[in-house]
């Protein structure tokens, strides 16, 4: 597929780093008009108590707010597995239309069964307002973005890009970071060094914003790199390592890690488009299925 790409627009771009769950959240801003979107956004969670709060959610609306910006978009990467999205307070409070992979049926589907939802959770991805197929484009303002699909850490996940700017989900961390763990239900290594391609194959100069950084070997946090960086220097697939070396080196790797912290709030609310769930009488309620994933 030919993407439309458009080296030429460069968008303003403001990132939110969040400690408790080292996720960088985007405002990406219209050069040319005062319309934005954010990608990836934070509702913070004490698990241990129960307790969900908005403090990530409300620094990126003071900022919107603050700089007049009218928001087009909350686009989520892909059903994050180790945050919580905030989408629905952010478009209580601020519009804008929740956009996510047409895919995420599939996850839905995958952790219906997984949580033993019933029949009033819908599996259609009709909680979110736009579900984007490959190459799919829409508006920020003057300024055209575009979805690429790039399955492989899940079934759902797309890199979005905007003008000289792409946003990599979880596809791919900073050079040194690598690559994101393929052993999810429904991720696959092989599927996942594919996409990585796809997402190199954009122009060198394309510059790549991270959804996580965790500062490898002690240095500060970072979310920007660029493709021929990617391509240079990435530990995972950098200097042309073939496909065969990095199924054996993901596979192994992903053997070795433990399951996210949140991944059990984090899967029910963010396949519902960041609404929690409720139990029989309404009340907000998180399920711990036992052995299975």
Known sequence: ??????????????????????????????????????????MDIDYAAGRITYDAADALIAEIQSRGLTLDWIIETHVHADHLSAAPYLQQKLGGKIGVGEKIMVVQETFGKVFNEGTEFQRDGSQFDALFKDGDTYMIGTMQAFAMYTPGHTPACMVHVVGNAAFAGDTLFMP??????????????????????????????????????????????????????????????????????????????????????????????????????????????????????
């Open 1 to 42: 597929m030919t993407y439309p790409v458009d080296m030429s627009v460069k968008p303003e771009i403001s990132a939110h780093f969040d400690d408790a769950t080292n996720t960088i959240t985007y405002i990406v801003k219209d050069p040319n008009s005062d319309h934005c979107a954010i990608i990836d956004s934070v």
């Open 176 to 293: 040194d970071g690598g690559s994101a763990r393929a052993d999810f239900p429904g991720g696959d290594a092989g599927v996942l060094y594919d996409s990585i391609q796809k997402v190199l194959s954009l122009p060198d100069e394309m510059r790549l914003f991270m959804c996580h950084d965790y500062g490898p070997n002690g240095r500060a946090i970072e979310w920007e790199t660029t493709v021929a960086e990617q391509k240079a220097d990435n530990i995972h697939v950098g200097g042309g390592k073939s496909r065969d070396d990095f199924i054996k080196f993901r596979t192994e790797r992903d053997a070795q890690l433990a399951m996210p912290r949140l991944i059990m709030p984090s899967l029910q609310v963010n396949m519902r488009a960041g609404e929690v769930p409720t139990d029989q009488d309404g009340n907000p309620m998180l399920k711990v299925p036992i052995n299975a994933i």
